[in-house]
């Protein structure tokens, strides 16, 4: 009876994710990168953090994924900055991050980066698919769950770590608190998350993540965001 429920359980809470591979950081200024964002709209001006120019944290190019979720299916580029000592901005702030997103890459422009000093590494970024994702504990609809699941819960469903496009957020230590952004954090539908890359000079406080959401409904056009360290 137990390996019924747990067949039904996966397959009931899996969601597929485009998972991040670091490779060589391409030429094509379009190309998904950690560490680095290459393109702008026309007009638009480098993101700034109390006077100082923000660090370029990902740049996804949405075609380079092997799985979209739905959330972002009328998106095309999505660009992400952070700026530097976001550790003391209390939770809700959105001042010290930076969403910008595209519908389209034709209006896009290859753009110099600017002097903004960042001590993060650029890598490229390739991308593979992910069948089957499941939530953390934090994030299960933990009241559905049959009680016999729950002791063992974390030995058949795993969430994965890594920066990934869909999927569950991996969570540190509690579910995803969405109030940056908005103060409907209801209507935000969890996107993806940033790890911390210590190869690439990059960490979230002690080994965190970073999540990022997108509002539904009229609140669409609202980025919220959240981290978590241990």
Same mark, same amino acid.
Request: aromatic fraction near 10%; charge should be neutral.
């Given at each position: 009876? $137990?390996?019924?429920? %747990?067949?039904?359980?996966?397959?009931?809470?899996?969601?597929?994710?485009? %998972?991040?591979?670091?490779?060589?950081?391409?030429?094509?200024?379009?190309?998904?990168?950690?560490?680095?964002?290459?393109?702008?709209?026309?007009?638009? $001006?480098?993101?700034?953090?109390?006077?100082?120019?923000?660090?370029?944290?990902?740049?996804?190019?949405?075609?380079?994924?092997?799985?979209?979720?739905?959330?972002?299916? /009328? +998106?095309?580029?999505?660009?992400?900055?952070?700026?530097?000592?976001?550790?003391?901005?209390?939770?809700?702030?959105?001042?010290?991050?930076?969403?910008?997103?595209?519908?389209? %890459?034709?209006? +896009?422009?290859? $753009?110099?980066?600017?002097?903004?000093?960042?001590?993060?590494?650029?890598?490229?970024?390739?991308?593979?698919? +992910?069948?089957?994702?499941?939530?953390?504990?934090?994030?299960?609809?933990?009241?559905? %769950?049959?009680?016999?699941?729950? /002791?063992?819960?974390? /030995?058949?469903?795993?969430?994965?770590?890594? $920066?990934?496009?869909?999927?569950?957020?991996?969570?540190?230590?509690?579910?995803?608190?969405?109030?940056?952004?908005?103060?409907?954090?209801?209507?935000?539908?969890?996107?993806?998350?940033?790890?911390?890359?210590?190869?690439?000079?990059?960490?979230?406080?002690?080994?965190?993540?970073?999540?990022?959401?997108?509002?539904?409904?009229?609140?669409?056009?609202?980025?919220?965001? /959240?981290?978590?360290?241990?």
């Amino acid at each position: 009876m $137990t390996k019924k429920l %747990i067949a039904e359980w996966r397959k009931r809470l899996a969601r597929p994710a485009s %998972i991040a591979v670091h490779s060589r950081v391409s030429k094509d200024p379009f190309a998904s990168c950690f560490g680095r964002v290459a393109v702008q709209e026309p007009g638009e $001006t480098w993101p700034t953090y109390r006077k100082r120019l923000m660090r370029p944290l990902l740049q996804i190019n949405c075609a380079d994924l092997p799985f979209r979720p739905k959330s972002i299916v /009328d +998106l095309a580029m999505i660009r992400v900055w952070i700026g530097q000592d976001f550790e003391a901005e209390p939770p809700g702030s959105t001042k010290f991050w930076c969403v910008r997103a595209s519908p389209s %890459i034709a209006g +896009l422009k290859p $753009t110099p980066e600017p002097a903004h000093k960042s001590d993060i590494k650029p890598a490229g970024l390739k991308w593979k698919l +992910l069948e089957s994702d499941y939530p953390t504990w934090d994030e299960a609809p933990a009241d559905e %769950i049959p009680e016999v699941l729950h /002791d063992s819960y974390h /030995d058949h469903f795993e969430c994965s770590l890594g $920066t990934k496009v869909g999927g569950w957020p991996h969570t540190i230590q509690s579910e995803v608190c969405w109030e940056a952004g908005g103060k409907n954090s209801t209507s935000a539908e969890f996107v993806f998350q940033i790890d911390s890359e210590p190869d690439l000079n990059w960490m979230w406080g002690d080994a965190g993540l970073g999540y990022l959401g997108r509002g539904s409904g009229k609140h669409r056009k609202a980025w919220r965001f /959240d981290w978590q360290c241990c």
